[in-house]
Structures are given as C-alpha cells and as structure tokens.
C-alpha cells in the first residue's frame, strides 16, 4: 500500500499549470532599467500630478538605501533589478468606450482565464477590474456601482478622477519606505485598482480584480488601494496568472485597506503565479507587502488566502487593529510543490481596546518544496482585554519538502489573553486505512482528507472564489482527488 | 560601554593573554581557544538587532565595564564553613566553586562508585586527557553563538564528571557556583558532563553571589549522554538584582538516552538560558522543563533549540512563566527535524502569565521540519489567572491573596511534578512558594544568606 500511495502522491505532486499559455499581443515597452528618468516617463506617461511623481521619487531615494531582506526561510536568487522591464502595457487606443474596442486577443485572453471581463455575463454578478502586465484594460460595472457611489476603477483613473481621495489615503497604511519590495513599488507601481465605498453603503456585488503578467522580461507592481467609509462593507477579491516562461519574474504589489468606523472588508486572494515547471525552471518571485488598519471603532478586515502559484512567496497579509472593537481574521491555505518556497503568514497588531483577531493557517508541501508560516501577534499596552487565537497547521507529502512554523508572540499589557498552536503531520495511515476499509480507495481518501484540512479556510471564500479554489487544489490534487 | 568598544575590548583582552593561556594549556585546549577566538571575531557580539539576542537585554549587560583576571580569586575564608545547602532528606555530594574555579578546598567525595571522576576542569585536561579531549567543545564547537565562543575562549576551569558505562551514581551531586568579592567582575565558567553507557547521574547546579556588585557571568554546561544513559539536570538560579547571566546548556544524546533537564530561574537581574539539545541517536528522549518566577524590572530570555538528527526520538518541552511588576519575559523555542528523522515526536509548550499591566511577555515557538513522517506541535499562552478559579477558592473562605497564590503555585507546580527526586521537588518547592510570597528564597541551613543585602 505504501507503494501505491506513493504513486498517488507522486501524481498529485507532478500536475501541471494550466493557466501557462502566452498571449500574442502588441506590447509597448520601456527600456530596461530602473533609475530616475525611468520613474519620471512613467509618471508624464500617466499624465500624473505632482505630487505622485514626488511620492515616487521619494521612494526610489528610499529604496537605493535599502537592501534586500534576508531574514525570510527562502533562498532568493540574486535579483538584478537593472535587467527588468518596469513598465509594459498593451498598445491600446486611449481608452475603451465599449466592449467591443478591447483587443479581441486580449479579450480571448481573459475568456480563456475564465474571467468575465463582458458585462453580458451578469449572471456572474462580480464586478472585475482586469490587469493585464502594468495597466488596467476594462473595468466592468462601473455604472451599476456609480449609482450608489461607489468608486471602482484603475488606480491610474482614480488619480485622474479623485485625487482627493488617492492623495488622502495612499502610502497611509504602507508608507513609500516601509520595507524593500513597498518601496520599490511605491517608486515604480503603473496601475492597480482602486475601491472607495462611501458611508453606510453595503457594496451590492463582490468586487474583483484579476491580474495577468503577460509581456516577457518585464515586473508587475501593482497598487491596490480599498477605504471603505463608516458603516460600509465590501467583499472583494483577488485573483492572478501568468504564462509559463523559463526566467523568473518579479511581481511586488502592495495592498492597502482602510476600514473607518463600523466598515467591514472581506479581502479574498486565490494566487495562482506561474509556480515554475518540476525542476525549479522559471515562475513568479511574489514578494507582497498587504496591510489593512481597522480605523475606526467596530471595524471589520478579514483576510483569506489560498496561496497555490508563485516560486518564491514572501506574503504577510496583516491588520492594524487600532479603533476600540474591532476584529480582523486571516484564513490561509498554501500549498507548495516541485520547488516552490513560500514564506507567507500574517501579523495583528493590535493597538486598540477589546480587539480580538483570528488567524487559521494551513499549510501544505510536496516536492521539494519549503512552506513556512511565519507571523506576529503583537498585543499593545493599551490594548486592554484584547484577544487572539492562532491556529498553524502543517501537512507534509513526502519526505523531502519541509514545514516550518515560526510565530512571534508579544503581548505588553495583563488583561490580554494570546494563545498559538500548531501541528506538524502527515497524512497518517491510519486514516487511509480506515478510509480504504469503508470501500474508499486510496486515492479519494487523499483528496478527501485535504480536502477536510483545507475546508476550514475555503468555507471562508466568496462562493465564486470557492468553487475556483476548489478547483484549483483539485488541479494539484489532480490523481488523488475525485 | 556600548557594544562596539565591548566587542573590541574582548578581543583586545584576549590577545593580552593568550601567550600566558598558551604555556599553562594543553595544545588542544589552546587550539579550541584559537578556532572560537576566530569565530568570534568574525561574528562580532549579537545585541539586539540579532533575530536570536532581540530580548536580551545585552546592551543594559554590556553598559556596565567588568574586570576579567586570569588570576585566581579564591576566597579567603573556608567555604565549606559557611555553605550548607541541605537540601533536606536529600544528601549530596557538594561540590563548590570559587568565581568559576574549582574550589582548592573542597570536600573530598566520599562513598561515592569508583571510576567515577570528579575534579576540576583544569586537572581534567591533562589528567584524563583521553577522555576530555574526546568530548570538550564537541558540541560548543557547531553552535554559531558568539557568547558561547566567548566562554570557549576565556573559561579556564569548571567541574568535570565522568561516569563510566554501566554506573549509577548512588547520590546527587550538587555543583555550588559562588561568585564573591569586589568589583564588577565578568566570569565564565564552564562543566563537562560525560554520562557513560547505562549509566545514570542526577546534578543540581545552585548559583549563588555573595556580593552586591554588578557580575555578568558566561556559563556553559556541555552534556554528552551514551547509549541508554540518563541525566537528570537541574539548574537553580537564585541571583540578585544586579547580576547578568547568559547561562549555555549543550546536550548531546546517543541511542536510546535520556535527559530530564529542569531550569529553574527563581530570582536575577538579567538572565538568558541558551539550551542547545541535539538528539543524535535513534530513540533518544529530552524531557526539557522551565520555570521562570520574574518580577521588578527583571529580565528573563529563555532560547532553546531542539535538533532531532535520528529517527524515532522523542522531546518534549514545556516553560511556564509568571511575570510580576515591570519584568519582561521571553521565549523562543525552535524544534528542528532534519531529513531522514522520521517518526519523531516532538512537542513544545510555552505558558505564561502576566500580573500587571506593566510586565511584558514575548514568545516565538518555531518549527522547523524537513521529514514528513512526524508528529510535531507547539502551543504557546500569555494570559492571567482564572477568574473563575479565584472565585472558586474565595467563595470557599481563602483570601484574595492567598488565592492568587495557591493558583500560581498551581501553575507552576506542573513542572515540578515532573522532577524525580522526592527531597529536592519538596525543597524547590518551598523556594518557589517563599519567592512568590515576595520572600527572599534564602536556603534556610546556609549562613551566607544571598539575598539580605539587597
């Protein structure tokens, strides 16, 4: 049986991507490089004001100084950050009136990709803001949104269309030099989305974007800015691909989530970057900084994650839970592969009085691969009867890929109560043997039993997110489950 | 001093008298010297921007200047006088050192198996040369810590223990650390435990200061357990306000070994205990236990690393704290699995309670797997006592204090449970109960009384 199973492991742990096509499109390059000059045509390129190009450079300034973080548990292979193309966009007319005008190979692009990119599927009723390389090519909805006030759009329109808004908000949880990879996406960023739910508006749809890397040689650094104002709620969504191709590409994107008093937002990401193929040849460096402030009283940030792409992640979705009250959660699974590394968790910070966060992580490696979940929880002295409860768990498929833990707990005031826990197994014989006694073979009771430890997390997504997600580890489960 | 000129001032320090190590050396000795001199100089001295030293408190130890003197310091006075630890129904073997020397004179061992060697450091490197130079530093050696290649560097004497294969030693031995004198003095110390085949040793190391200056003690304990060994380890840290300690515990562990280590910080200025347990053999076992009693603006840092190299080993470890007043604690456990280690158990618990909304509590349990057939968990709490437990107690005529206290006693009493020997659980026991009522933990037969003068 031994034998068997190892089989069916080794099918699990051989499927291929299949989001790994390349799409013929004309492409309107930058030069490589990266200095001030380039900063300062992608600035005049996006028409934009003053003050983002100040914002920019300053973090370009920022970011010479810096060096590269070495303290993940990954091996990153010098990057040289000369060699890359930091802008790449689609040769497009200035912007598209109606459907129809979209490049039909782009279009072919995200019908292949399964995204809804035409409101003709309103079935869907997710409203998408579709990123291909470094712009936004349609955001759909707009005007269903618009009548409650709600902003949904690029981020280059938003600066555009409510600088206000983008110059209040924006580097106000991630300030331009708060780590490496911020800012040398705060110097360099070309588009994103940007979401603004005004004062008690509950946001009729799930709100979406889907990012694509397409163009060869070149970064992604997108910008996702959410604030969602007093008595507001959002559930929005995350989703993203690339080609298969055989050099490593780096994706840094920064997130940024506002909730002001009573706002709740539900932030769900199924990262799906090319991992690379079984020999560790290509994929994606996905290096994300993510951080949300509850600002407000009684403010809501929840985080899920189901983290399957990338060949080197290094992703701490976290929250700063400063109003009185409020309450963030972090769902995570992740699953690593062939040689992928991941180095993602979360961290809470909490400032505020009464807050309490969740934090349920799963991991799951195979291969060769290195999954570590890596998180602070960290209680402020004045964050009186404050509470947190984590939960870290590991499952490991075979014999040469490894699970770390490595969580940081400080708590600073009495009246808190914290408390971790983890586990590190395997799938036990145990439980296939008394799967295959009730008539179930081997190969459904490994999906099964994944797919129970997975369950956890995936319940927490948006039911369209689910069913991809689902998919998603069936494809890596692909063999072993039904 | 900052950590700059500290850093250049050990390595000034130690070419100033490396000449004179050399002649009193045996070669191997002087060459682990030199190998962790290198090492520390290419290392320099973790502070608190080093991931593994962030809580330490290094730069409050290092602000201080200390004196270091190869000389020897021995105390004027017998100290078998006045040191009594009696332990009470518990005899031991004490043996006594001097600001890290073996005590000139200390009572000679009687009754104890023959074979059986006990003496200083400094006879053991020429006397037992085989032996010694079989185990010493084996374990210090792989480690990457700069204040563990400090001690390497300086220590100069400590205990040595062998117990030959297939020997149970009939009585504790009791190790009796007494740093004394003035000035602000900087010891390092070092012991060498060897635990032959089948053979079973019991040690409790007492650390006592009899002086109210500012001491900053390096200490390293290096433990090599055979085949089907077993030690039982016990630490008693009793130092004052003042006193600085950076405490090493290296344990290596054969086919089918064992240890039960017991580290019990009752009272001290700032202390650190590094433990080190390499689990090197098939089926080895480390039981490791903490228990850490912290209050004013005392510092505790408790840094363990369990490395399981060979299948089928088992650990377990579990440190609970109680943090008083302003003190700050900390806790990072990593338990490692390498490759090839299958069916390991590993399992680490960290709980602790804070009193006051002053204390700090900081944890980091770490897990680190490289093979899939394992059962590894961790857990870790920071949390205050049971409400509904004080009501409990009060509704049943027991005061409010002495409820808090009975509850903390309660919980750090898990641990003690775990101890073997009857006599010591008992006499620990009543050291801990008198720290938490705010006493002073004096051993009660000893006329030194350690903690009057504050």
């Known amino acids: 049986m031994e034998k068997e199973q190892d089989k069916i492991l080794q099918d699990f742990t051989s499927s291929e991507y299949?989001?790994?096509?390349?799409?013929?499109?004309?492409?309107?390059?930058?030069?490589?490089?990266?200095?001030?000059?380039?900063?300062?045509?992608?600035?005049?390129?996006?028409?934009?004001?003053?003050?983002?190009?100040?914002?920019?450079?300053?973090?370009?300034?920022?970011?010479?100084?810096?060096?590269?973080?070495?303290?993940?548990?990954?091996e990153i292979p010098e990057i040289n950050y000369q060699d890359l193309i930091y802008y790449a966009a689609p040769k497009q007319k200035a912007k598209y009136a109606s459907l129809d005008e979209i490049d039909p190979e782009i279009k072919a692009t995200f019908d292949k990709l399964g995204i809804p990119i035409g409101e003709q599927k309103r079935l869907s009723g997710v409203a998408m803001d579709a990123v291909l390389d470094s712009v936004s090519v349609k955001t759909t909805f707009q005007e269903t949104l618009a009548e409650k006030g709600i902003i949904f759009c690029s981020f280059s329109e938003a600066v555009k269309e409510h600088p206000d808004l983008v110059k209040k908000y924006l580097g106000s949880v991630v300030p331009y030099g708060?780590?490496?990879?911020?800012?040398?996406?705060?110097?360099?960023?070309?588009?994103?989305?940007?979401?603004?739910?005004?004062?008690?508006?509950?946001?009729?749809?799930?709100?979406?974007?889907?990012?694509?890397?397409?163009?060869?040689?070149?970064?992604?650094?997108?910008?996702?800015?959410?604030?969602?104002?007093?008595?507001?709620?959002?559930?929005?969504?995350?989703?993203?691909?690339?080609?298969?191709?055989?050099?490593?590409?780096?994706?840094?994107?920064?997130?940024?989530?506002?909730?002001?008093?009573n706002a709740e937002v539900k932030y769900s990401t199924v990262q799906n970057w090319y991992p690379?193929?079984?020999?560790?040849?290509?994929?994606?460096?996905?290096?994300?900084?993510?951080?949300?402030?509850?600002?407000?009283?009684?403010?809501?940030?929840?985080?899920?994650?189901?983290?399957?792409?990338?060949?080197?992640?290094?992703?701490?979705?976290?929250?700063?839970?400063?109003?009185?009250?409020?309450?963030?959660?972090?769902?995570?699974?992740?699953?690593?592969?062939?040689?992928?590394?991941?180095?993602?968790?979360?961290?809470?910070?909490?400032?505020?009085?009464?807050?309490?966060?969740?934090?349920?992580?799963?991991?799951?490696?195979?291969?060769?691969?290195?999954?570590?979940?890596?998180?602070?929880?960290?209680?402020?002295?004045?964050?009186v009867n404050s509470r947190n409860f984590s939960q870290c768990d590991s499952l490991l498929l075979g014999d040469k890929c490894g699970a770390h833990t490595f969580p940081y707990i400080e708590v600073e005031n009495e009246s808190s109560i914290v408390e971790h826990e983890a586990t590190t197994s395997k799938i036990s014989e145990d439980q296939i043997f008394y799967c295959n006694q009730r008539g179930i073979s081997t190969e459904d009771a490994v999906g099964l039993i994944v797919n129970g430890y997975a369950r956890e997390v995936l319940n927490k997504l948006p039911m369209e997110f689910a069913v991809e997600a689902q998919k998603l580890l069936q494809i890596s489960l692909e063999g072993s489950v039904g | 001093?900052?950590?700059?000129?500290?850093?250049?001032?050990?390595?000034?320090?130690?070419?100033?008298?490396?000449?004179?190590?050399?002649?009193?050396?045996?070669?191997?000795?002087?060459?682990?010297?030199?190998?962790?001199?290198?090492?520390?100089?290419?290392?320099?001295?973790?502070?608190?921007?080093?991931?593994?030293?962030?809580?330490?408190?290094?730069?409050?130890?290092?602000?201080?200047?200390?004196?270091?003197?190869?000389?020897?310091?021995?105390?004027?006075?017998?100290?078998?006088?006045?040191?009594?630890?009696?332990?009470?129904?518990?005899?031991?073997?004490?043996?006594?050192?001097?600001?890290?020397?073996?005590?000139?004179?200390?009572?000679?061992?009687?009754?104890?198996?023959?074979?059986?060697?006990?003496?200083?450091?400094?006879?053991?490197?020429?006397?037992?040369?085989?032996?010694?130079?079989?185990?010493?530093?084996?374990?210090?050696?792989?480690?990457?810590?700069?204040?563990?290649?400090?001690?390497?560097?300086?220590?100069?004497?400590?205990?040595?223990?062998?117990?030959?294969d297939n020997t149970k030693v009939n009585k504790t031995i009791q190790l009796v650390n007494l740093t004394h004198g003035f000035g602000n003095k900087n010891v390092f110390k070092r012991n060498l435990v060897v635990v032959g085949k089948n053979a079973e040793l019991s040690l409790i190391i007492c650390d006592h200061t009899l002086n109210n200056s500012k001491n900053f003690t390096i200490d390293i304990t290096e433990s090599y357990i055979e085949e089907n060994g077993y030690l039982q380890y016990h630490t008693l840290q009793n130092e004052p306000n003042k006193s600085s300690v950076i405490n090493n515990l290296f344990i290596q562990l054969e086919r089918y070994a064992r240890i039960n280590s017991f580290v019990l910080s009752l009272h001290g200025g700032i202390i650190r205990n590094n433990l080190y347990a390499k689990l090197s053999g098939e089926n080895s076992e480390a039981n490791l236990y903490g228990v850490n009693l912290t209050d004013r603006k005392q510092r505790i840092?408790?840094?363990?690393?369990?490395?399981?190299?060979?299948?089928?080993?088992?650990?377990?470890?579990?440190?609970?704290?109680?943090?008083?007043?302003?003190?700050?604690?900390?806790?990072?456990?990593?338990?490692?699995?390498?490759?090839?280690?299958?069916?390991?158990?590993a399992y680490q618990t960290n709980k602790n309670i804070c009193l006051t909304p002053e204390a700090k509590m900081r944890t980091k349990p770490q897990l680190e797997i490289y093979a899939d057939d394992v059962k590894c968990s961790h857990g870790a709490t920071v949390g205050q006592l049971d409400e509904d437990a004080l009501f409990y107690l009060r509704q049943r005529g027991i005061d409010y204090k002495e409820a808090r206290l009975l509850l903390m006693f309660a919980f750090v009493n898990d641990i003690l449970l775990k101890m073997e020997i009857e006599p010591l659980r008992n006499r620990v026991a009543s050291l801990i109960n008198a720290r938490l009522r705010g006493e002073f933990s004096d051993c009660s037969h000893c006329l030194l009384n350690c903690h009057t003068r504050e």
Not at chain 1, 355 to 372: D, P, Q
Not at chain 2, 307 to 328: R, W
């Open chain 2, 1 to 164: 001093m900052d950590i700059e000129t500290s850093y250049k001032k050990y390595i000034r320090l130690f070419e100033e008298i490396s000449s004179k190590l050399k002649n009193e050396d045996s070669e191997f000795v002087f060459n682990t010297r030199m190998a962790a001199f290198k090492k520390f100089k290419d290392a320099g001295l973790p502070d608190h921007n080093h991931e593994n030293y962030k809580y330490a408190g290094i730069a409050e130890i290092l602000s201080e200047d200390y004196e270091f003197s190869l000389e020897s310091r021995q105390a004027l006075v017998d100290l078998n006088q006045f040191f009594e630890c009696e332990v009470k129904d518990l005899d031991t073997h004490v043996i006594l050192l001097s600001n890290g020397e073996y005590y000139q004179n200390n009572k000679p061992i009687e009754g104890i198996n023959e074979n059986v060697i006990i003496c200083s450091l400094k006879e053991a490197k020429f006397k037992h040369k085989e032996i010694f130079e079989k185990y010493y530093n084996k374990t210090v050696s792989e480690s990457n810590d700069s204040y563990a290649a400090l001690n390497a560097m300086f220590a100069n004497d400590g205990l040595f223990i062998y117990i030959p």
């Open chain 2, 301 to 345: 840092d408790n840094f363990t690393i369990i490395d399981h190299i060979s299948p089928n080993s088992t650990s377990n470890e579990l440190y609970k704290g109680i943090l008083d007043e302003e003190a700050k604690g900390s806790f990072a456990g990593r338990i490692i699995v390498r490759p090839g280690a299958q069916k390991t158990n």
């Open chain 1, 276 to 383: 690379g193929d079984k020999e560790g040849k290509g994929g994606i460096y996905n290096f994300v900084t993510k951080r949300g402030i509850c600002k407000g009283d009684n403010s809501k940030i929840s985080w899920t994650q189901v983290e399957t792409g990338s060949a080197i992640t290094w992703k701490y979705p976290s929250t700063i839970l400063k109003g009185d009250n409020s309450v963030s959660e972090f769902y995570s699974v992740a699953v690593t592969n062939h040689f992928q590394q991941a180095d993602t968790g979360t961290k809470m910070i909490h400032l505020g009085k009464n807050t309490s966060s969740t934090i349920v992580s799963k991991g799951i490696s195979a291969g060769r691969s290195n999954n570590s979940y890596r998180g602070l929880v960290k209680i402020a002295k004045n964050a």
């Open chain 1, 178 to 261: 708060d780590n490496y990879f911020a800012a040398l996406n705060s110097a360099v960023f070309s588009d994103g989305s940007f979401c603004y739910i005004p004062k008690g508006v509950r946001c009729p749809m799930e709100l979406s974007t889907y990012f694509r890397i397409n163009a060869a040689n070149s970064g992604q650094f997108e910008r996702t800015l959410i604030v969602a104002d007093e008595d507001s709620y959002v559930s929005y969504m995350e989703g993203c691909t690339a080609p298969m191709r055989d050099e490593k590409q780096l994706h840094a994107a920064v997130v940024e989530i506002v909730a002001l008093k």
């Open chain 1, 18 to 74: 299949k989001f790994g096509f390349i799409s013929d499109i004309e492409y309107e390059h930058f030069p490589k490089g990266l200095n001030e000059d380039i900063i300062r045509l992608l600035s005049e390129k996006k028409n934009e004001p003053e003050w983002l190009l100040e914002f920019r450079l300053k973090a370009f300034e920022r970011w010479k100084n810096m060096k590269m973080p070495k303290w993940a548990h990954l």
